[in-house]
T-cell receptor, first 115, second 114 residues
Framework: EAGVTQFPSHSVIEKGQTVTLRCDPI?????LYWYRRVMGKEIKFLLH????????ESGMPNNRFLAERTGGTYSTLKVQPAELEDSGVYFC?????????????FGPGTRLLVL | AQSVTQLGSHVSVSEGALVLLRCNYS??????LFWYVQYPNQGLQLLLK??????LVKGINGFEAEFKKSETSFHLTKPSAHMSDAAEYFC????????????FGQGTRLTINP
């Protein structure tokens, strides 16, 4: 079974440009999460999809970030326009909740550097 | 709100020595607790999780963790370190039933000395 995949693995852009990150969850997983780790800080939650619906987007830093999950399969996270403080590693995770026993499976992350 | 504190951003042990990575949590309701590991250039991999069953949880690669409610701790241990254990380790908490976001600690980078 394929794991969570993310594309690209690395992205270097200039301040003011737009970047779109993609996450493909494990097939059949309804839950999809985005997290971010800014250098030197802890991994922080951004948002949570259940199928195509946003369940919780309380962690989104501002309106420059837009996440979508059309059709309830893969998800994209767009940053427009990018700022220097957006640099970090963006992780995607997916899960198929079964009662109280949820395990989130993480992708390898996208390393974003904004210059 | 939930929070996690990992004591020590860097831990160094000798090969064959005991590994002890500390994690304390704060939660107003019974938590679910997790340890994830990130090897160089890889994503996060689940080591083990506590979901209110046995307080001593065994995970992969010889790691285990003990949930201590009185101390609000979930420390990760391994009796004998191996060079391949060098990685960054993250403790995380979630609360409530159903799919829930994880709240992570700051991470602890483990170095193994030969």
């Amino acid at each position: 079974e394929a794991g969570v995949t993310q594309f690209p693995s690395h992205s270097v852009i200039e301040k003011g440009q737009t970047v779109t990150l993609r996450c493909d969850p494990i097939s059949g997983h309804d839950n999809l999460y985005w997290y971010r780790r800014v250098m030197g800080k802890e991994i922080k939650f951004l948002l949570h999809f259940v199928k195509e619906s946003k369940q919780d987007e309380s962690g989104m830093p501002n309106n420059r970030f837009l996440a979508e999950r059309t059709g309830g399969t893969y998800s994209t996270l767009k940053v427009q326009p990018a700022e220097l403080e957006d640099s970090g590693v963006y992780f995607c995770a997916s899960s198929q909740w079964a009662g109280s026993d949820e395990t989130q499976y993480f992708g390898p992350g996208t390393r974003l550097l904004v210059l | 709100a939930q929070s996690v504190t990992q004591l020590g951003s860097h831990v160094s042990v000798s090969e064959g020595a005991l590994v002890l990575l500390r994690c304390n949590y704060s939660s107003s309701v019974p938590p679910y607790l997790f340890w994830y590991v990130q090897y160089p250039n890889q994503g996060l991999q689940l080591l083990l999780k506590y979901t209110s069953a046995a307080t001593l949880v065994k995970g992969i690669n010889g790691f285990e963790a003990e949930f201590k409610k009185s101390e609000t701790s979930f420390h990760l241990t391994k009796p004998s370190a191996h060079m391949s254990d060098a990685a960054e380790y993250f403790c995380a908490v979630s609360v409530g039933q159903g799919a829930q976001k994880l709240v992570f600690g700051q991470g602890t980078r483990l170095t193994i000395n030969p």
